[in-house]
C-alpha cells in the first residue's frame, strides 16, 4: 500500500503476541486467523497477501507492481511465489520452529530442515538482486513486498540473514528504509 501510495485504506493491526489472531473480532475477518485481510465495501473479506496485492493493483494500477505486459506479469508472479514458498514460508517455519513468538514449542527436525533449504533460495534471489535495486531488475515490484515480508519476519523472530547474501542485505537496507 504504501509504495502505491495507497491512503484511503484503514489499518487494523492485529497483535499476535498477545492473541488477538485469535480474537472473535479478527476470526469474524479471517475465520482461520490469518492475516493480512482486505475488507471489501460491501463488507466482504479477502486473505492472503498475493491475491490482496493483486486487487489492489486492478484498483489501484499506478504504479504498475505486477507488469505491463502478459510476459511481465507471468516473470513477477513467477518469482513472488517462489520467494513466498522458498523464502518467506521457510523463514516462518524456522522462526517458529526456534523461537516462536505465538508459544509453539521448538521443533529441531524442522528447524534443520528449514536451515538447509533457506541458504539455495535466498542464494538465487541473491543472484538476481545483483547490484540491481530490487528483485526483478529497476521497478518495485510484488516480489519485493513478499521478501520484505520475509526479512521482516526474520528481523522480528531474530533470524539474521547470512553476510554473504551480500546483494540482499544491500536490497533490504534500501528497501525498508522506503517503508519507515
Known sequence: MREKNITDVDLVLVNFLEGEQRSAEHLARSPRG??????????TFITESLPIMEYLEECYPQPVMIGS????RARVRSMERFIDLNVLLRVIRLVHAT???TGLPPNPGV???ERE???????YVDSLV???????????TIAD???LAAFNFANF???????EFENLNRWFESFALRHL
Request: charged residues 25%; negative net charge; glycine residues 10%.
Open 111 to 113: 528447524a534443520e530442515r
Open 69 to 72: 505486459t502478459p510476459e511481465e
Open 34 to 43: 490469518t492475516v493480512p485481510v482486505l475488507e471489501l465495501d460491501d463488507g
Open 157 to 163: 523472530g531474530k533470524l539474521p540473514v547470512s553476510d
Open 145 to 147: 513486498c513478499t521478501l
Open 130 to 140: 545483483g547490484d540491481g535495486p530490487f528483485v526483478m531488475g529497476e521497478k518495485v
Open 99 to 101: 523461537n516462536s513468538p
Open 117 to 123: 533449504l533457506l541458504p539455495e533460495a535466498l542464494a
